[in-house]
């Protein structure tokens, strides 16, 4: 199973991102991580879609997006090939005896506390989606309350070439 990230710039307009994940679920394609915004143009948005498959699979969801009407661009690009990020946010239960320690994790994990309460702590980490893996780990021996993630973004590496 390879791993591959589209960059699909779309027009702006209602029920692009419905016809998008529509095409996805019709032909069983599995969506790892979906993210949309619009770009520096308001008439269009830019979907970061994650999925995974065999060489076959990923052909297709390239052909497949590229036919959608609302479709403009689409770029397909491996891990090694871009600089993927995500953010998430997470909420733990603390107390005296572990503040300390997820304090500590956070400055290793280049993590920020963002909201703290008597009894809970909210963390923000913007990085990679293994980092956020790694912090999630981390974290299980604390008493997380809940999660929110992004989904990944991604761009294609700097290169002198770029236009």
Same mark, same amino acid.
């Given at each position: 199973m390879k791993k591959r990230i589209y960059s699909v710039l779309?027009?702006?307009?209602?029920?692009?991102?419905?016809?998008?994940?529509?095409?996805?679920?019709?032909?069983?394609?599995?969506?790892?991580?979906?993210a949309?915004?619009?770009?520096?143009?308001?008439?269009v948005s830019c979907m970061t879609i994650v999925s995974s498959g065999d060489e076959?699979?990923?052909?297709q969801i390239e052909k497949q997006?590229? #036919?959608?009407l609302d479709v403009i661009k689409v770029k397909t690009f491996s891990e090694r090939q871009c600089i993927t990020r995500e953010l @998430?946010?997470?909420?733990?239960?603390? +107390? #005296? +005896? +572990?503040?300390r320690d997820i304090i500590e994790l956070c400055e290793? @994990? #280049?993590?920020?506390?963002v909201? @703290?309460?008597?009894?809970?702590m909210m963390i923000q980490i913007c990085d990679t989606p293994d980092k956020l893996q790694l912090l999630?780990? @981390?974290?299980?021996?604390?008493?997380?309350?809940?999660?929110?993630?992004?989904?990944?973004?991604?761009?294609?590496?700097?290169?002198? +070439?770029?236009?």
């Open positions: 779309v027009e702006n307009r209602s029920g692009a991102l419905v016809k998008v994940a529509g095409l996805f679920s019709r032909r069983c394609f599995n969506i790892d991580s979906l949309v915004g619009e770009t520096d143009d308001p008439d076959r699979t990923i052909e997006l590229n #036919k959608k @998430m946010l997470v909420k733990v239960k603390y +107390n #005296k +005896n +572990n503040r290793i @994990m #280049k993590a920020d506390i909201d @703290m309460s008597k009894h809970f999630l780990k @981390m974290l299980q021996g604390i008493s997380i309350v809940e999660v929110a993630r992004t989904g990944a973004l991604a761009l294609s590496k700097c290169t002198e +070439n770029d236009d």
